[in-house]
């Protein structure tokens, strides 16, 4: 059964710092990984998408990597804003036909970037 | 429409009430699914669709939660006898296939008192 962590489970910043969040699942056969931004009582809002074939993609300010054999996904937001502020949550959909088109998501990552 | 729309958006029941929540997917999009967002825990998988089927209903938690998608396109998610475990918020999502990205709805918090 794949199991998706994130750690840490909350990060406090000062407004400029890099961000580094960081992202495990335990089952190495997946079809693409997705990270997504929640705000407080709101949807799930997509990042990026990362293909089980691509090391990374980027857009503006965000860079996701991905090392599919080692399990691991990191996401980098550069020169943090306030606005930065939102929970965090990857997600991984698995590469088997049986297993469904499901997603399994992390618990989350909160993040407070400080003015 | 431009996005997934649920509602409602807030829904309070009571216990041993029935409820239903509504979804209305992204306009040409095949697959919908349902997920469960207890507080402070990433969204748990329940059922997907692909055009009018259930193609993957295992993680509905029991027989008291049901869902349909009629013509392929709105999907509604049932509870019967609701029980206070059953608070959480219900996001629905949609996708045009494999491989592309998912969009979410805002989700119905609901709350069983």
């Known amino acids: 059964k794949q199991e998706v962590t994130q750690i840490p489970a909350a ?24 990270w997504f931004r929640q705000d ?25 990597s991905l090392d599919k054999s080692s399990g691991r996904s990191t996401l980098y ?10 929970t965090y949550l990857c997600a991984v959909r698995p590469l088997i036909k049986a297993a469904g088109n499901k997603l399994t998501f992390g618990g989350g990552t909160r993040v407070l970037v400080k003015p | 429409g431009a996005g997934v729309s649920q509602t409602p ?3 309070v029941t009571e216990k041993g009430k029935y409820v239903e929540l509504r979804c209305d997917p ?22 997907y669709f692909q055009g009018t089927g259930a193609a993957d209903d295992s993680g509905l938690p029991n027989d008291r939660f049901f869902a349909v998608r009629p013509e392929g396109s709105v999907s509604t998610l049932k509870i019967q006898r609701t029980e206070r475990g059953d608070s959480a ?12 990205s998912y969009t979410f709805g805002s989700g119905t918090r609901l709350t069983v008192v």
């Not at chain 1, 990060?11 to 997705?34: H, K, M, R």
């Not at chain 1, 407080?40 to 996701?64: H, M």
């Open chain 1, 11 to 34: 990060l406090s910043v000062p407004e400029g710092e890099n961000l580094v969040l960081n992202c495990s699942f335990t089952d190495s056969a997946i079809y693409n990984l997705q």
């Open chain 1, 40 to 64: 407080p009582g709101k949807g799930l809002t997509s990042l990026l998408l990362i293909q089980s074939s691509q090391r990374e993609q980027t857009s503006g300010r965000l860079n996701a």
């Open chain 1, 77 to 86: 937001i550069a020169a943090s804003q306030p606005g930065d502020s939102a």
């Open chain 2, 9 to 11: 958006s807030n829904k």
């Open chain 2, 26 to 47: 992204i306009s040409g999009h095949t697959a919908l699914y349902w997920y469960r967002q207890s507080l402070g825990q990433g969204p748990e998988f329940l059922i």
């Open chain 2, 89 to 100: 918020v219900y996001l629905c999502a949609s996708s045009s296939g494999t491989g592309a």
